[in-house]
């Protein structure tokens, strides 16, 4: 096709070990696929069996880039797999790939995600000249190239300063679509924020940081995390997204209590909270939280109780949407 041609074109493909391919996929809902050729996709990038993809639309303590199972999206999320095309083979080992990952963990932050200006495929193209192989194919976001010149000459960037303080944001990561809400993180004293039983190699304190690798939040002797997050003032909570490692390491029942700052793990799995969430391995979910009990919270409390069977839990997506109280 002129579209696999194309892909062809891109760049000299590099005679390397592993082949490095380009998932695409579409909306669900045709009336959202937008005009040929205009039409609207969004990518991940499979290497090693694991596909890259970026998302954002908050100021959360996390990197925007994550790991899915490749060509893969849950029942809920408004894509669809289209098609696969080679980008090449990449030369770097499987260990090169995890550090050059690293590398754009933290140049790829979600609060920097731009839906015309930096989006997945921006996301994806970047990795891919990272590993030696070719540019993804210009039609793939030729929407929102389209869609930046026009916010340029209509609204002077008007929509990017929106976007930009959580107004109207349209994450583009495979898992939830337009949202008003704002990241309530960017409100959290973040001086204060704590861990129980985490890790020293990989802790909270990493894990805001988004330092390459280390950015992600593991349990130390058990299973078991207690997460606080104080605010600098009130907040309504709305919403939390979570991701686990993509093995019996993701968290399995996840416990949120409110206005507790002093809650120990007896305190945790006696006292009742407000949700509890349950999280499959290899998703990124979003779970609405009860409007009515969460619009003046000072602190939040994220108690992971278990694991899907493994000796520790591993988070590497953690953000909280809502506003201010």
Not at 31 to 56: A, C, D, M, W
Not at 305 to 320: A, P
């Amino acid at each position: 096709s002129s579209k696999s041609t194309e892909a062809k074109r891109g760049t000299a493909q590099p005679q390397g070990r592993e082949e490095v391919k380009l998932n695409i996929y579409e909306p669900k809902d045709e009336k959202q696929r937008g005009i040929p050729p205009f039409n609207i996709f969004h990518s991940g990038l499979e290497v090693y069996g694991t596909e890259y993809v970026f998302g954002g639309g908050g100021a959360g303590l996390s990197t925007g880039v994550f790991t899915q199972r490749p060509k893969w999206m849950p029942a809920s999320a408004p894509w669809k797999y289209k098609e696969t095309m080679s980008l090449g083979k990449t030369a770097k080992s499987r260990n090169d790939v995890l550090e050059i990952v690293g590398e754009l963990k933290r140049e790829w932050r979600n609060e920097n995600y731009d839906l015309t200006a930096r989006n997945c495929n921006h996301f994806t193209d970047a990795l891919s000249k990272k590993l030696g192989c070719a540019s993804v194919p210009s039609w793939l976001n030729r929407a929102a190239r389209v869609g930046n010149m026009f916010r340029g000459l209509v609204s002077g960037g008007k929509k990017a300063d929106e976007q930009k303080k959580g107004k109207d944001v349209v994450i583009d990561d495979g898992k939830h679509s337009e949202r008003k809400e704002v990241s309530v993180l960017e409100f959290a004293d973040t001086s204060k924020c704590g861990c129980l039983n985490e890790s020293s190699a990989h802790s909270l304190k990493s894990f805001i940081n988004g330092r390459g690798p280390n950015a992600y939040v593991e349990s130390d002797t058990d299973e078991e995390l207690l997460i606080i997050i104080p605010f600098k003032s009130p907040v309504k909570l709305r919403k939390l997204i979570l991701s686990g490692d993509d093995s019996d390491k993701c968290p399995k029942t996840v416990k949120v209590f409110i206005n507790e700052p002093n809650l120990d793990f007896d305190d945790a799995r006696d006292n009742d909270p407000i949700a509890t969430v349950n999280l499959k391995v290899g998703e990124q979910g979003v779970f609405k939280l009860p409007a009515a009990k969460c619009n003046m919270i000072q602190c939040m409390t994220i108690f992971v109780e278990e694991s899907h069977g493994g000796e520790t839990s591993v988070i590497t997506k953690l953000d909280v949407l809502g506003d201010r109280a």
